[in-house]
């Protein structure tokens, strides 16, 4: 049996509701949460930023939260109101678990997912 090295859970999230990704603060709340929710350990603090400001195509938050077993990072349109998040770890946790809380945090009327085993 092939050994696993780790789990990917790529999220790409439509119609979120446009005042939770546009604050930082319920940004790094789903951050905090999630890590909690599929018990990885946080390494450091989360970064959080808006910029890009000056194309509407590329302007919103982008989040990178170190994990000890890998990282968790989103990106977050506020032309279209979507979110695409990305969970690495190579500690296994649950993809639909995860994803059902993610899809009801942004308030996302659709959610597609992809799982890659690393």
């Known amino acids: 049996m092939k050994k696993i090295y780790g789990k990917e859970l790529i999220l790409d999230l439509y ?10 603060k319920k ?35 982008s989040l990178v939260q170190l994990i000890e077993t890998s990282s968790i990072s989103g990106h977050f ?8 998040i990305d969970i690495f770890s190579c500690k296994l946790f649950d993809e639909k678990i995860a994803t059902n809380f993610t899809k009801k ?14």
């Open 105 to 118: 945090f942004f308030k996302a009327k659709k959610i597609k997912n992809r799982v890659l085993i690393r």
């Open 15 to 24: 119609d979120c509701d446009p005042k939770i990704i546009r604050s930082k």
């Open 77 to 84: 349109s506020e032309l279209w109101n979507q979110a695409f």
């Open 27 to 61: 940004i790094l709340e789903y951050s905090d949460k999630l890590c909690d929710l599929i018990k990885v350990k946080k390494y450091g603090k989360p970064i959080c930023e808006r910029f890009a400001l000056n194309d509407p195509h590329t302007a919103g938050y």
